[in-house]
């Protein structure tokens, strides 16, 4: 659970080698490459097209596919490209004549079957067709057109007017329905025609999706070829050598000293300097990986400070669960979680986020039961769960304490570890201080509140003391009058630590209001089956499953917003303060455009 200690090395060899040797590097893939051009060097070779990539994708997505063929020798990649993208672009616009004849032959079906007469038998003048409300007839008498009412039903009379132009939009009370020049019929035979062509045109996609493996592989070696050419352009040259930099995890320096003697380069490998910002590798066990996604979903820490990734990954339960409080719905996302588990196993970020998601369910089911909430019912007296009952989530000031001593931990905690990041005590002691001023302001708090005169005395002093250190220490380095004068100047932050603590209280709220309303949704269905006898019922049930439904999924909005907002806004704002560049392997890509069981 830390960020990977990182070495430059630098490598030097014969120009005419380069390219073989970028190969193998590639296929090493332990490098984060440092250019060594100027500005002005010409731009690399781009990878693949966007359109390669879309032709991919709509083959891909194939819902039924033929056997993949593994030979090359007959394989075309850019006619392969050439007709995927024909085949979309036809099956598009077949879809959208599809949908416009649909609702075209609904919209004239009130009419009946008719058939357009030729101009000159109506002397030049044409049929225009309105939807009118009985109520509105009147009007239509009253318009001095020729008209017929075609049909009727409950709601409209269906009405044809005779006239050479379309009536002024006053001279009827609705707008005209549009019919086109087609009739029922001849939209039929057409529409029946375009749903042909699209079978033709799915039959013709399946056929190509043979060829998805080999078109998948042909846009990785593009990718590949298009990364080589950018390292070339990337390193230094002096004929009739040339001269690579990069970083490397110290862990696998001794395989590159072993291919670097192998190949007869020279190598040379160094510390990073205090001035240099490498780019940032996280090393997590991979139950824990997915706390990583959430820490790179605002920022990627700095080298030099401290990989935050775990924490958050606990935290973020926490808060979750806290913010969802109900052990059904728990059960509902551990659920969901289950059904998808072997979908979310097909990729490194499915499996991350599977395991992530499944010890939220499990944090959210453990406090559901605290909290003795099931769909917003408390268990009986007497049961089992009652017994597991032992937090009401309804009594403030309990939840207010617990909420708010979670905030002053969580950023205390955050202040030790930003402490812990520097190599002198005299960075560390403002840090420590913020630490101590935190939890000394919430002992104080709690004290007065619960009466302990031995917990307030001790919270003042911890207030006390973690202030005084921020004042002496928080301008560490500089001369004595300037330093009181940035303690001083950073005390101005002590606003914004309450302000911080008290975000905490979030917490309490959003989880008082997901029990709320399903406790809400429960009174309205039972008062509902009470009113109304036989279909109360069904009519509770429904209130039931659109209720908890909503409920189930604000809350889990509001988990994943507000829990992760706490880490990335409060924690980080006090524990994490230097941004950092992510860690890019220069390596091969995979096959994975492609797979037989995706």
């Known amino acids: 659970m830390s960020i990977v200690s990182l070495a430059k090395a630098t490598v030097v060899g014969h120009e005419q080698d380069k390219q073989q040797v970028l190969a193998e590097l590639q296929e090493l893939g332990c490098l984060h490459l440092i250019p060594l051009t100027p500005e002005g060097e010409p731009a690399a070779e781009e990878g693949p097209s966007r359109e390669a990539r879309e032709a991919l994708q709509f083959l891909a997505s194939c819902p039924q596919r033929r056997r993949q063929v593994s030979d090359p020798s007959h394989f075309d990649p850019v006619e392969v490209e050439r007709q995927a993208l024909d085949l979309q672009r036809r099956l598009h616009e077949l879809c959208n004549e599809r949908d ?21 038998d109506l002397a030049g003048r044409r049929l225009w067709f309105y939807a009118v409300p009985h109520h509105q007839m009147k009007d239509v008498v009253a318009s001095g057109l020729r008209w017929e009412v075609m049909s009727r039903d409950p709601r409209f009379c269906y009405v044809s007017v005779v006239a050479e132009d379309e009536p002024e939009p006053d001279a009827m009370p609705v707008s005209r329905t549009l019919a086109g020049a087609r009739s029922p019929r001849e939209l039929a035979q057409r529409l029946e025609e375009v749903e042909v062509e699209i079978e033709d045109v799915e039959a013709e996609r399946i056929s190509l999706t043979r060829w998805c493996t080999l078109f998948g592989r042909a846009l990785d070696g593009l990718d590949d070829r298009a990364a080589r050419a950018r390292a070339s352009a990337q390193t230094a040259r002096a004929r009739p050598v040339y001269a690579l930099q990069a970083w490397v995890a110290r862990e696998r320096t001794q395989q590159l000293r072993a291919y670097a003697a192998r190949r007869g380069l020279v190598l040379e490998l160094s510390d990073p300097d205090p001035g240099e910002q490498p780019p940032t ?256 019922l069904l009519l509770a049930l429904l209130v039931l499953l659109a209720g908890h439904a909503m409920n189930f999924v604000l809350s889990l909005s509001s988990g994943f917003i507000h829990g992760l907002r706490l880490n990335v806004i409060e924690f980080f704002k006090w524990g994490v303060k230097d941004e950092g560049t992510p860690y890019h392997p220069f390596e091969r890509k995979e096959s994975t455009s492609w797979t037989t069981s995706s």
């Not at 416009?100 to 000159?120: C, K, M, N, T």
């Open 100 to 120: 416009f004849l649909a609702q075209r032959i609904e919209a004239l079906a009130p009419w009946g079957e008719f058939e357009f007469p030729p101009l000159e």
């Open 281 to 536: 590798l996280f090393r997590n066990p991979p139950a824990l990986s997915g706390g990583e996604d959430l820490v790179r979903f605002y920022m990627t820490p700095g080298y030099w400070v401290w990989d935050p990734s775990s924490v958050v990954f606990f935290s973020f339960a926490i808060f979750f669960a806290m913010i969802l409080a109900d052990a059904g719905y728990a059960l509902l996302l551990g659920g969901g979680v289950l059904a998808y588990w072997k979908r979310l196993g097909r990729s490194d970020t499915g499996r991350r986020w599977r395991v992530l998601l499944g010890t939220l369910a499990g944090a959210t089911l453990v406090y559901g039961v605290i909290v003795g909430s099931y769909f917003g019912v408390s268990p009986p007296r007497g049961s089992l769960p009652a017994r597991l009952h032992v937090l009401d989530i309804t009594d403030f000031s309990v939840m207010m304490a617990l909420s708010v001593g979670i905030g002053a931990l969580h950023v205390a905690y955050a202040c030790v570890r930003d402490a812990l990041r520097h190599p002198r005590w005299s960075e560390r002691l403002a840090p420590f201080g913020w630490a101590a001023a935190v939890l000394g302001g919430f002992a104080l708090w709690g004290g007065s509140q619960a009466g302990l005169d031995a917990l307030t005395r001790a919270g003042t002093g911890a207030l006390c003391g973690g202030l005084a250190l921020v004042v002496l220490f928080a301008g560490s380095g500089e001369r004595p009058l300037k330093r009181i004068g940035l303690g001083i100047a950073a005390l101005t932050s002590v606003t914004g630590a309450f302000g911080d603590v008290l975000s905490y209280m979030r917490l309490f709220a959003l989880g008082l209001a997901s029990a709320s309303l399903a406790l809400t949704f429960n009174d309205m269905a039972a008062q509902i089956r009470d009113a109304v006898p036989g279909l109360g």
